[in-house]
């Protein structure tokens, strides 16, 4: 499986950032995991993603899918399918594809038919998109908020998304015989363990409490989703943590697992 964390922003140069301002992972090159940057950095996988999987409404996490629609709107010959909650998928209509912010694209149709199609999904259900099986689990972020197991044929990766301390999907992952990697998040340094747990994020002392559930220390685990304006800090500090399986994923980057 090839996990790629689209870039965000720029340096003053005008290259690629290593700050990660929003979220989206594009799985096999084709299944996106959140729409952050989407539209912006998707590249040269562009024709090939028509499936996007949302972990919650944050602004971080869909600021591209609307973009990503309006790109692709006279040329797409199938609608763009976004997997959500229901909830998720109420609140997408009434605050984003309102007309107001951004038109209805559910709405409107190109010569050959729709362009986005919602589909739902229900938190601990599996279902399957162009080759990956992905079960949604509840964690402990917005309401609600989706970490996710995602499977293809070489194994699974537990991807948690925005979450501060949680349980179920540790234990899901833990009775997986296939596990290959973790993809967690790290949002801010210790120093801001209020906000954190307030925006229900973790530090880095809570990224460690949380491995510790899982039970396993064999297991790559990618850190992401670090507030770009704490990047050094929090990276200095998971390194502090002296856990040698832990490693920060490198914002453009791709792993493979
Ligand atoms: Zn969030």
Redesign the pocket.
């Given at each position: 499986m090839e996990i790629r964390l689209l870039k965000s922003s720029f340096d003053d140069d005008g290259s690629a950032s290593d700050h990660q301002h929003t979220?989206c992972f594009v799985v096999n090159g084709a299944v996106a995991f959140d729409a952050g940057s989407l539209a912006m950095a998707i590249g040269a996988d562009r024709p090939n993603v028509r499936d996007i999987v949302l972990?919650?409404t944050?602004l971080?996490?869909i600021a591209g899918l609307p973009l990503f629609i309006d790109d692709l709107f006279s040329t797409l010959r199938s609608p763009i399918r976004v997997h959500a909650s229901l909830t998720m998928i109420e609140a997408l209509r009434s605050h984003i594809f309102n007309d107001v912010i951004y038109p209805n694209f559910e709405e409107i149709s190109n010569e050959f038919g729709p362009v986005l199609e919602f589909r739902e999904y229900e938190f601990e259900r599996e279902f399957s998109v162009a080759d990956i099986s992905i079960l949604p689990i509840k964690v402990n972020?917005?309401e609600p908020?989706a970490g996710f197991i995602v499977s293809d044929a070489s194994g699974s990766i537990a991807l948690t998304?925005?979450t501060a301390d949680t349980s179920a999907i540790w234990e899901a992952a833990g009775q997986l015989k296939d596990l290959r990697a973790i993809v967690v998040e790290c949002a801010f340094p210790e120093s801001m363990t209020k906000l954190a747990a307030t925006?229900?994020?973790l530090t880095p002392l809570g990224l460690k409490a949380e491995l510790r559930k899982l039970g396993r220390r064999d297991l790559p685990v990618y850190v992401a989703?670090i507030k770009p304006m704490f990047r050094e800090q929090v990276v200095a500090e998971i390194e502090e943590l002296g856990l040698s399986n832990v490693r920060i994923f490198p914002v453009g980057g791709v792993i493979s697992v």
């Open positions: 979220a972990s919650h944050h971080d996490h972020h917005n908020s998304g925005d925006a229900r994020h989703n």
